[in-house]
Structure formats: structure tokens, C-alpha cells
């Protein structure tokens, strides 16, 4: 499974972004997606996720701010980003469990400007 991200970028705090996350080489949906996040000098801590039964869970620094989504048939995944605070800025990886087995993307950076 390989997963490609994109949308991530600078935006000034208030703003919003979507970050999307396509995977590939499966031919059945994934088991899980979602997102981590890794700040400079921090751990990488799980933003958001969902498994293809629909079962999801945000972090509390994020509920009612993000909002995740997936497209099963694609094998797709996103965040929508709201009202973004600085300290939401961080590399977002897009994650994968399937089979057993993590993947994870190259990491897209978010940038939020006070």
C-alpha cells in the first residue's frame, strides 16, 4: 500500500485546510485511515482516524474543528481542517492499517501563523 498526501501549506489562524490522502495497491478498502501529527520536539500523536466500518475518533485538542472523511471506493482520506490554531502546526502523516500492517505517507507540512 502506498500513500500519497497533499494539502497541506501555510495559513494564517482562523484559517482552514483540507489534507487529502490517497492510498493504492490494495483492491479492497482499507482497514484504517487517518492522520498523525508530529510537532518539532514532539511526539507523533494521532489526530484523527476511521475504520471502513465507519468507526471513527478525534483527538480532543481537535473536536469541533476537524472533521474527518473517507471514500471507501477510492481508498481515500481527509481532513478538513477549521479555525486553525499555531499549535496545530506540525507534519501531518497520512496512516494506513491493513493486513496487519502500518504504512504511512511522506508527511505533509502545516504551517499555522499567529
Known amino acids: 500500500v502506498q500513500l500519497v498526501e497533499s494539502g497541506g501549506g501555510l495559513v494564517q489562524a482562523g484559517g482552514s485546510l483540507r489534507l487529502s490522502c490517497a492510498a493504492s495497491?490494495?483492491?479492497?478498502?482499507?482497514?484504517?485511515m487517518g492522520w498523525y501529527r508530529q510537532a518539532p520536539g514532539k511526539q507523533r500523536e494521532l489526530v484523527a482516524g476511521?475504520?471502513?466500518?465507519?468507526?471513527?475518533n478525534l483527538a480532543d485538542s481537535v473536536k469541533g474543528r476537524f472533521t474527518l472523511s473517507r471514500d471507501n471506493a477510492k481508498n481515500m482520506v481527509y481532513l478538513q481542517m477549521n479555525s486553525l490554531k499555531p499549535e496545530d502546526t506540525a507534519v501531518y502523516y497520512c496512516n494506513a492499517i491493513h493486513g496487519g500492517i502500518d504504512y504511512w505517507g511522506q508527511g505533509t507540512q502545516v504551517t499555522v501563523s499567529s
Open positions: 476511521m475504520t471502513s466500518g465507519g468507526s471513527a
Open positions: 495497491g490494495s483492491r479492497f478498502s482499507i482497514n484504517f
